[in-house]
Structure formats: C-alpha cells, structure tokens
C-alpha cells in the first residue's frame, strides 16, 4: 500500500514532442505528489509537486495531471529539448511523516 | 534558497573500514533529515529518517547497527557505514525537510561509495 508504481520504464521522444510519465498509488492518505529529475551522479531535483486537492498544475514546460478517484498522476514535458534527457521519479508522502516513497523512475532519451 | 550539502562526492574505502558522509542544510534549519540509497538505474530507497536530537528511525531491513545516523544539530546529519563490504557500495543521498505542513524536500547531491 506503501508503493508508488510508474511508468513507462523508458521513453524516447523526438525534440519538440510532449513526453508523458504516469504514476500510480494506493495510499489515499498521500498528500503530497513531487515529480523530480535526476542526472547521472547527481541528487534529484524537485521539478514540480501537486496536492490532491487540485487536478492540474503547470510550470513553464512541466504540467502535473492529477486524477484523485483514479489515484494516479502524471508528468508532461511540452516541447521535450534533448537537455530534458535524464531519469525522471514520482513520489508520494504523508505530511505527518514526511518520508518520500519513490515511483521506479522512468529514463527520457529526447533524440535532437 | 534551500541548498543541501553533501560530503564526500565520492569515496573509496577498504573491505571492515568505515566511512562517514555528511549532510548539511546551508541556508535553512532542517527539521528531518532523510538517508536514501540508490543502486544503478535503480529507484531511491528510504533507508532511515532523523530528526534533530532524536534517535533515527530505520525502515524495514535496513541495519541500524551498520548504517549508523548522527543529527547532532538542526544543520548536520552524518551517515556511518560501519565496517564496509562491497555489497555496500551504492550511492547514498540525504534530503532535508524544513517545517512541516507545506513543507519541502531539498536533496544533496550524493555520494558515490565504493568498497574494495
């Protein structure tokens, strides 16, 4: 119950598409849902985040959907640039424990 | 703002030898403090949480005896792996929360430990 699960597991995009992340829970007491970008070597970095009670959220080129009945949620990258290329993780938390729960991670290849 | 530093980078240490990483938040005070372990083109695993003052509090599986956590101050968190072996090697990374309720998480930037 603890799991975040996501998909897909790899994803190659043209430079210019829409890339699409989705994950999914079963936790509803999440309360908390980060997406975060890491590249090799490095610590991840917090790309945008999104609370249940709103359905969508968007920063620049990054778009969180967020779908509370399905418990899923998902990360859209419009026009995908080859420096968007990196391993992408979801995550999930309960306020008062504060601890992340890692979705696997999805590696984005945006072939120029 | 919100800026977590991790040392070392990287380390190389011998088979039964430890080895310490440290965690600090610069610019803010950090309430909890988080220890994660990745292996390759793996997931980040929660090894142990820690608040300042307090004993850490270990996930399932993860020996407290060998991955010895110290939050001595609401700035500093250090990790030990104790008497290291290869299987270990892994990159380890810390994250910081400060306050709670609209709180974040800000994360260091790993350190890559290798045992010989």
């Known amino acids: 119950q603890q799991q975040v699960k996501q998909s897909p597991q790899s994803l190659i995009v043209q430079k210019g598409g829409i890339s699409i992340i989705n994950c999914a829970y079963e936790?509803?007491?999440?309360?908390?849902f980060p997406w975060y970008q890491q590249f090799p070597g490095k610590g991840p970095a917090l790309l945008i985040a999104?609370?249940?009670?709103?359905s969508e959220k968007k920063e620049g080129r990054f778009t969180i959907s967020f779908n509370k009945s399905a418990k899923q949620f998902s990360l859209h990258i419009m026009d995908s640039q080859p420096g968007d290329s990196a391993t992408y993780f979801c995550a999930a938390s309960i306020g008062n424990t504060g601890k992340l729960i890692f979705g696997q991670g999805t590696t984005l290849q945006v072939k120029p | 703002g919100a800026v977590v530093s991790q040392h070392p980078s990287w380390v190389i240490c011998k088979s039964g030898t430890s080895v310490k990483i440290e965690c600090r938040s610069l610019?803010?005070?950090?309430?909890?403090m988080f220890w994660y372990r990745q292996f390759p083109k793996q997931s980040l695993m929660l090894m142990a949480t820690s608040n300042e003052g307090s004993k850490a509090t270990y996930e399932q599986g993860v020996e407290k005896d060998k991955f010895l956590i110290n939050h001595a101050s609401l700035t500093l968190s250090t990790l030990t792996v104790t008497s290291a072996h290869p299987e270990d090697s892994s990159f380890y990374i810390c994250s910081a929360r400060k306050g709670t309720g609209d709180s974040f998480y800000t994360f260091g930037s790993g350190t890559r430990l290798t045992v010989v």
């Open positions: 610019d803010f005070q950090a309430t909890t």
């Open positions: 936790n509803t007491a999440f309360d908390y």
């Open positions: 999104i609370r249940p009670d709103v």
